[in-house]
């Protein structure tokens, strides 16, 4: 695990409230925002990412987000918002995504971080794909980054 510090980012997103037998309800929206930012000639500025913004036992709040050059007007269901920068705890996973929860609880375990939270809502609690699973189908091949925002 890495600490970075990191700059703020703008993106645009669409968001859930999912299980993880319900995860496709928002994993199967990120072309939706790739459309809208299309749409609206924003270029992409990273790769796609899950953020977390709530997480009640089984139950998440997550935001579909691909981050952009700046925040724009919103429209219907996409909105735009800003990651805000900041020192975060930083893992790469290589692998099936189903390793992502471990990835997590280590990060998590770490008792001498202080995460940006409170209760089960999350400041930034993020999981950015590298891997194009059109490109790669392999699961076992994909790169996934875990990063999780200190307390200031």
Do not use: C, N
Request: charge should be negative; proline fraction near 8%; avoid cysteine.
């Amino acid at each position: 695990m890495d600490i970075e510090t990191r700059e703020d980012q703008p993106y645009a997103a669409i968001k859930a409230t999912v299980t993880l037998g319900t995860f496709p309800k928002i994993a199967d929206r990120f072309p939706e925002v790739m459309q809208w930012l299309a749409d609206r000639e924003l270029p992409i500025a990273g790769a796609p990412f899950f953020r977390y913004t709530r997480v009640r036992g089984e139950e998440y709040e997550v935001e579909a987000g691909i981050p952009t050059i700046a925040e724009v007007p919103a429209a219907g269901e996409v909105f735009t918002a800003t990651l805000p920068g900041g020192q975060y705890a930083v893992e790469v996973h290589e692998g099936h995504p189903d390793g992502l929860i471990a990835v997590t609880e280590r990060i998590l375990a770490d008792e001498s971080l202080r995460f940006d939270r409170a209760g089960d809502g999350w400041g930034v609690r993020l999981e950015t794909f590298f891997t194009d699973p059109e490109v790669e189908p392999d699961p076992a091949k994909w790169t996934t980054e875990v990063a999780i925002r200190l307390a200031d």
